[in-house]
Nanobody
Framework: VQLQASGGGLVQAGGSLRLSCVVS????????MGWFRQAPGEEREFVAR????????RYADSVKGRFTISRDNAKNTVTLQMNSLKPEDTAIYYC?????????????WGQGTLVTVSS
């Protein structure tokens, strides 16, 4: 399975961005989908995940209430809507796929998309 992420960019603090990840080469509904991020000099961290049918979502405490993950199983796409962005959200964002819990991206990773939030 291949993941192609897009939607990163430069935004001012308080602004919004929408990341998308298109999945090909596999059965999309077989995968839990989610996002991780890695800031400069930091380890990669979990951001959000969504279950196979989209009924269950989980978020890192740092983004809860600001980010929303969703999926469109007809379009093989998972989306991360990021609102009220903060400079500390600056990172490379990676979409990931896993067939089962725990969600660690064991099955596939996207190439990453850079999000930069200016103060």
């Amino acid at each position: 399975v291949q993941l192609q992420a897009s939607g990163g960019g430069l935004v001012q603090a308080g602004g919004s961005l929408r990341l998308s990840c298109v999945v090909s080469g596999g059965t999309f509904t077989n995968y839990i989908m989610g996002w991780f991020r890695q800031a400069p000099g930091e380890e990669r961290e979990f951001v959000a995940r969504i279950s196979w049918a989209g009924r269950v979502t989980r978020y890192a405490d740092s983004v809860k209430g600001r980010f929303t993950i969703s999926r469109d199983n007809a379009k093989n796409t998972v989306t991360l809507q990021m609102n009220s962005l903060k400079p500390e959200d600056t990172a490379i964002y990676y979409c990931a796929a896993d067939k089962d819990y725990p969600f660690k991206g064991n099955d596939a990773w996207g190439q990453g998309t850079l999000v930069t939030v200016s103060s």
